[in-house]
């Protein structure tokens, strides 16, 4: 049985940092594609990040945020930097079963974390 477990998420003050870090059991996925989402209160769940052998942003985040791999640990990392309000939300983090390359769509995600909360004060 595969599972995804998020630690890392708390409260920060706008501008400050926060590491996410998603451990997948179960199975590798050290070369497939995983990503991370995020759902705020009364929003639809939105693409944050991805990584396979590229790395995808989405442009709220981009040069803001990076994601990346530590192989050793078998873990995905999600580095939040210069966090802002509108960051608050449930981050998830999501793993695809096939190694077809990074998407943005959630419904190509075959595996997802419980979420971690990430909130952000102004």
């Known amino acids: 049985q595969v599972q995804l477990v998020e630690s890392g998420g708390g409260l920060v003050q706008a501008g400050g940092s926060l590491r996410l870090s998603c451990a997948p059991s179960?199975?590798?996925?050290?070369?497939?594609?995983m990503g991370w989402f995020r759902q705020a209160p009364g929003k639809e769940r939105e693409f944050v990040a991805a990584i396979s052998w590229t790395t995808d942003y989405a442009d709220s985040v981009k040069g803001r945020f990076t994601i990346s791999r530590d192989n050793a640990k078998r873990t995905v990392i999600l580095q939040m930097n210069s966090l802002k309000p509108e960051d608050t939300a449930i981050y998830y983090c999501?793993?695809?079963?096939?190694?077809?390359?990074?998407?943005?769509?959630?419904?190509?995600?075959?595996?997802w974390g419980q979420g971690t909360q990430v909130t952000v004060s102004s």
């Open positions: 179960g199975r590798t996925f050290s070369t497939y594609p």
């Open positions: 999501a793993a695809r079963g096939r190694n077809y390359g990074n998407s943005r769509r959630a419904v190509e995600y075959d595996y």
